[in-house]
Nanobody
Framework: VQLQASGGGLVQAGGSLRLSCAASGRTFSTSGMGWFRQAPGKEREFVAAIRWNDGSSYYADSVKGRFTISGDNAKNTVALQMDSLKPEDTAVYYC????????????????????WGQGTQVTVSS
């Protein structure tokens, strides 16, 4: 199973980017998918997640109101629409998928996911 993230790039502050992530490989079912990010010298942090069974979405406080997560359960794809970008959003963004329980707690934790993509760089200039 592989997760392929795309859509990163360089954008000015206030601009927008849309990240996409698709799973490939053997067929598998997921309970939810999410996005994390990691800036240089910092730990990987939760950004947003979506749970398939009821469509619940979760956001880090730092991106709430600016980022929107969406996805397709049947296709195991997830997207992250990022608006009003700030320089502090600069990081490598990773998509991830969970095949187990997916609560509002585990959705926000690295250990809540079983599969990870390779990351895509997002750079926001001031």
């Amino acid at each position: 199973v592989q997760l392929q993230a795309s859509g990163g790039g360089l954008v000015q502050a206030g601009g927008s980017l849309r990240l996409s992530c698709a799973a490939s490989g053997r067929t598998f079912s997921t309970s939810g998918m999410g996005w994390f990010r990691q800036a240089p010298g910092k730990e990987r942090e939760f950004v947003a997640a979506i749970r398939w069974n009821d469509g619940s979405s979760y956001y880090a406080d730092s991106v709430k109101g600016r980022f929107t997560i969406s996805g397709d359960n049947a296709k195991n794809t997830v997207a992250l629409q990022m608006d009003s970008l700030k320089p502090e959003d600069t990081a490598v963004y990773y998509c991830a998928a969970s095949s187990g329980g997916f609560s509002s707690l585990t959705a926000r934790r690295v250990y809540g996911y079983d599969y990870w993509g390779q990351g895509t760089q997002v750079t926001v200039s001031s």
